[in-house]
Nanobody, 121 residues
Framework: QVRVVESGGDLVQPGGSLRLSCAAS????????MGWYRQAPGKQRELVAT???????NYADSVKGRFTISRDNAKNTVYLQMNSLKPEDTAVYYC???????????????WGQGTRVTVSS
């Protein structure tokens, strides 16, 4: 069974920083892309940042220059360093991992349960 677990969400003041972590565990043969998405109250879930297994990254325009995604492939872990946080960054942040359970099958999307980030004074 595969688990994807996020951590690191908290209440932080505007201008502050947070680091989110997400680890995939269980029985699988490989992970392709890993990424972060967020969902603010009353809004649809949106992409924040993604990272391929080869290290290519992609960011939403709203977080470019403030957020940095990184991976530790040996630990099946992805991080999101968030700096210069704004109130509009307030949301539940979800981790996504594209995981291949065994050879010969496609990669499937697995999601974590979410971690809440609140940016407020």
């Amino acid at each position: 069974q595969v688990r994807v677990v996020e951590s690191g969400g908290d209440l932080v003041q505007p201008g502050g920083s947070l680091r989110l972590s997400c680890a995939a565990s269980g029985s699988f043969v490989s992970i392709n892309a890993m990424g972060w998405y967020r969902q603010a109250p009353g809004k649809q879930r949106e992409l924040v940042a993604t990272s391929t297994s080869g290290g290519s990254t992609n960011y939403a325009d709203s977080v470019k220059g403030r957020f940095t995604i990184s991976r530790d492939n040996a630990k099946n872990t992805v991080y999101l360093q968030m700096n210069s946080l704004k109130p509009e960054d307030t949301a539940v942040y979800y981790c996504n991992a594209q995981i291949k359970l065994r050879r010969g099958v496609p990669y499937y999307d697995y999601w974590g349960q979410g971690t809440r980030v609140t940016v407020s004074s």
